[in-house]
C-alpha cells in the first residue's frame, strides 16, 4: 500500500529556510511524480510544483519561483522540498502527494501533513 | 491568474442530493478532479479524470461535466460528507491550481 510519511513540525524565523522530507514507500519511488501542495491556516489548497523522482526534472507554480527548491535521494525513497526566505504568510501545513496510478491524473495519495510555522 | 469559481457553502439535508459546481475558462479543455477534505485531515481525491471513483470511495460520489462546469454530486448525503471539496482542473498550462473550496454543511 502506498504511503507518504512527511517529516515533523517545524518553527522558523522570517528569512530562514525550512526543509521538508517525504518518504515513500509501497511503490516503487522514481515512478510517480511527487506534487507539494500547501494550506494556510483556514485557508484553501494551493499547489506548489512537481518533481519527477527519476530524472529530477521540476515544475514550480510561478508565485514561489526562485524562492522553492525540489530534490531526492532515490537510495532512501524521499523526496524533500525546500522553501527559502521564509515569511509569516508562508505559515502552513505543507503536503506531498502522487497521482491516480491509473489515469496519472488527481492526487490519489497524501503524506500527513508538516505544519511549518514563521514567527520572530 | 486563472481563476476557478465554486460556491463558499452547500447546505443539504441527511438522504439527500448535495451539488457543488466548479467553474473556469478552460475547464472543459482538461481533466477535473475533486477532492474531500475533513477538518484535521489531508485530502482525499474522490472523483478524477472528470467521473472516475477510485478504489474505496462510495458510489454517492459521482462527477460530471458541461462545458466549462464541473459538478460534484453526493447522492444521499450522510453525516461524514461534512467536509470542503476542492476541484482542480489537471492542466499544466494553469499550474493545476485548485478551487477555492465548499464547505458541505449536513443539516
Known amino acids: 500500500q502506498e504511503q507518504l510519511v512527511q517529516s515533523g513540525a517545524e518553527v522558523k524565523k522570517p528569512g530562514a529556510s525550512v526543509k521538508v522530507s517525504c518518504q515513500a514507500s509501497g511503490y516503487t519511488f522514481t515512478t510517480a511524480d511527487i506534487n507539494w501542495v500547501r494550506q494556510a491556516p483556514g485557508q484553501g489548497l494551493e499547489w506548489m510544483g512537481w518533481m519527477n523522482p527519476d530524472n529530477g526534472d521540476t515544475g514550480y507554480a510561478q508565485k514561489f519561483q526562485g524562492r522553492l527548491t525540489f530534490t531526492r535521494d532515490t537510495s532512501i525513497g524521499t523526496a524533500y522540498m525546500e522553501l527559502s526566505n521564509l515569511r509569516s504568510d508562508d505559515t502552513a501545513i505543507y503536503y506531498c502527494?502522487?497521482?491516480?496510478w491509473g489515469s496519472g491524473v488527481g492526487l490519489e495519495y497524501w503524506g500527513q501533513g508538516t505544519l511549518v510555522t514563521v514567527s520572530s | 491568474s486563472y481563476e476557478l469559481t465554486q460556491p463558499p457553502s452547500v447546505s443539504v439535508s441527511p438522504g439527500q442530493t448535495a451539488s457543488i459546481t466548479c467553474s473556469g475558462e478552460?475547464?472543459?479543455?482538461?481533466?477535473v478532479s475533486w477532492y474531500q477534505q475533513r477538518p484535521g485531515q489531508s485530502p482525499v481525491l474522490v472523483i478524477h479524470?472528470?467521473?472516475k471513483r477510485p478504489s474505496g470511495i462510495p458510489e454517492r460520489f459521482s462527477g460530471s461535466i458541461s462545458g466549462n462546469t464541473a459538478t460534484l454530486t453526493i447522492s444521499g448525503t450522510q453525516a461524514m460528507d461534512e467536509a470542503d471539496y476542492y476541484c482542480?482542473?489537471?492542466?499544466?498550462?494553469?499550474?493545476?491550481?485548485f478551487g477555492p473550496g465548499t464547505r458541505v454543511t449536513v443539516l
Open positions: 502527494a502522487i497521482p491516480n
Open positions: 479524470q472528470d467521473n
Open positions: 482542480q482542473p489537471w492542466d499544466a498550462r494553469i499550474s493545476y491550481v
Open positions: 478552460t475547464l472543459g479543455e482538461t481533466y
